[in-house]
Nanobody, 124 residues
């Protein structure tokens, strides 16, 4: 069982930056692939970024590639999402997820644990 708690969301102007953190409980964090998803009002949850258990592989949605960076610190049981050059269309609730199923996951169904989400609002 893994419990995930996101933090770091907030209100930022377009062009600004935020860093999201996701703290995980449990001693097997390093064996989980981790991902970030987001859901805007009236839209479906979408993939943002993913990282393998070792941190050696990362994947990004085209919409955030070059602006967002996912990383993890297995010693701190934490995964991060550095978000730069934020745009109003990045406004959403951001969710952290953990997968014991795949080495790295691009789809929501590949993840078996989810955090409660953190709101990110980008003003124009």
């Amino acid at each position: 069982q893994v419990q995930l708690v996101e933090s770091g969301g907030g209100l930022v102007q377009a062009g600004g930056s935020l860093r999201l953190s996701c703290a995980a409980s449990g001693r097997t964090f390093s064996s989980y692939a981790m991902g970030w998803f987001r859901q805007a009002p009236g839209k479906e949850r979408e993939f943002v970024a993913a990282i393998s258990w070792s941190g050696g592989s990362t994947y990004y949605a085209d919409s955030v590639k070059g602006r967002f960076t996912i990383s993890r610190d297995n010693a701190k049981n934490t995964v991060y999402l550095q978000m730069n050059s934020l745009k109003p269309e990045d406004t959403a609730v951001y969710y952290c997820a953990a997968s014991s199923i795949v080495v790295v996951g691009l789809y929501a169904y590949e993840y078996d644990y989810w955090g409660q989400g953190t709101q990110v609002t980008v003003s124009s």
